[in-house]
T-cell receptor, first 112, second 114 residues
Framework: GDSVTQMEGPVTLSEEAFLTINCTYT??????LFWYVQYPGEGLQLLLK?????DKGSNKGFEATYRKETTSFHLEKGSVQVSDSAVYFC???????????FGTGTRLTVIP | NAGVTQTPKFRILKIGQSMTLQCAQD?????MYWYRQDPGMGLKLIYY???????DKGEVPNGYNVSRSTTEDFPLRLELAAPSQTSVYFC?????????????FGSGTRLTVV
């Protein structure tokens, strides 16, 4: 079945460090891929998405590229800030499907 | 524009009690969803609805019921609460298929069953 595997956390980085959170997926066909962010005490917010192979989603300095050959959608940011501390979820949706499948989430803590 | 509103934010239930988690959206979205979030387990789909009067089971529907009498509201009913239902519950909505639009989430309801 369809699934998403995320890098185990938690991840702790110093401010201005480079961030990578790995995400790989299993799905037939060409799913859409998403990254969501959950700040403390809040619901999930859409961070970025990509709907076809080689697409790059970007938002707020975060980027992720849809790699079909490696079935991956790794999240990256060149210089993290304390305000980026949150839990990050990778998710996929099959074409024509009505719901999203989520990974287990990766908690990021950025220290000054 | 309030988006997706969930009430209550917190609730403690005793084993065997029942309750309804409320979810309302003001974006005229057809698609609505209920997920539960357990620590380290990601989000699991409980029920979803593709429009008023239409609901369907997700991955973990046992112990829950839903109804969708209007486009705006999608309440989740827990009958005979059990400790295994201790979780954070999120309601979400989207105006089209999830693959194209992603979801808008509510802020969650933290439920503890003791």
């Amino acid at each position: 079945g369809d699934s998403v595997t995320q890098m185990e956390g938690p991840v702790t980085l110093s401010e201005e460090a480079f961030l990578t959170i790995n995400c790989t997926y299993t799905a037939t066909g060409y799913p859409s891929l998403f990254w969501y962010v959950q700040y403390p005490g809040e619901g999930l917010q859409l961070l970025l998405k990509a709907t076809k192979a080689d697409d790059k989603g970007s938002n707020k300095g975060f980027e992720a590229t849809y790699r079909k050959e490696t079935t991956s959608f790794h999240l990256e940011k060149g210089s993290v800030q304390v305000s980026d501390s949150a839990v990050y979820f990778c998710a996929l949706s099959k074409t024509g499907a009505n719901n999203l499948f989520f990974g287990t989430g990766t908690r990021l803590t950025v220290i000054p | 524009n309030a988006g997706v509103t969930q009430t209550p934010k917190f609730r403690i239930l005793k084993i065997g009690q029942s309750m309804t988690l409320q979810c309302a959206q003001d974006m005229n979205h057809n698609y609505m969803y209920w997920y539960r979030q357990d620590p380290g387990m990601g989000l699991k789909l409980i029920y979803y609805s593709v429009g008023a009067g239409i609901t369907d089971k997700g991955e973990v529907p046992n112990g829950y019921n839903v109804s969708r009498s209007t486009t705006e509201d999608f309440p989740l009913r827990l009958e005979l609460a059990a400790p295994s239902q201790t979780s954070v519950y999120f309601c979400a909505s989207t105006g089209g298929q999830a693959g194209n639009y992603g979801y808008t989430f509510g802020s969650g309801t933290r439920l503890t069953v003791v």
